[in-house]
């Protein structure tokens, strides 16, 4: 079993940026993909980001691509989604997730999640 323990999150002005970290910890298979996805006020939960655990494989939403970066580091257990240039319209509950790619990101863990808020 997976645990993901997400931080980060917080109010930040339009056009800020923000780093949110999720430390993973337990059984983690290396064909684990992690990732990162995202749930505003009154919308269905939407995929943002996810990374190969073994590393070498990233994944992007299209809308989010060229403002959102995953990365990893292994040493620390832990998988980091920059966000730059925020916007009004990113403001959701951030959840780090766990599962496998096939097609689409299939997730098979949660974490609690972290609130992002961008004032405009």
């Known amino acids: 079993q997976v645990q993901l323990v997400e931080s980060g999150g917080g109010l930040v002005q339009a056009g800020g940026s923000l780093r949110l970290s999720c430390v993973v910890s337990g059984r983690t298979p290396s064909s684990s993909v992690i990732g990162w996805l995202r749930q505003a006020p009154g919308k269905e939960r939407e995929f943002v980001a996810a990374?190969?655990?073994?590393?070498?494989?990233?994944y992007y939403e299209d809308s989010v691509k060229g403002r959102f970066t995953i990365s990893q580091d292994n040493a620390k257990d832990t998988v980091y989604l920059q966000i730059d240039n925020l916007k009004p319209e990113d403001t959701a509950v951030y959840y780090c997730?766990?599962?496998?790619?096939?097609?689409?990101?299939?997730?098979?863990?949660w974490g609690k999640g972290t609130l992002v808020t961008v004032s405009s």
């Open positions: 997730a766990a599962g496998y790619y096939y097609h689409a990101f299939q997730v098979e863990s």
């Open positions: 990374i190969s655990w073994s590393g070498g494989s990233t």
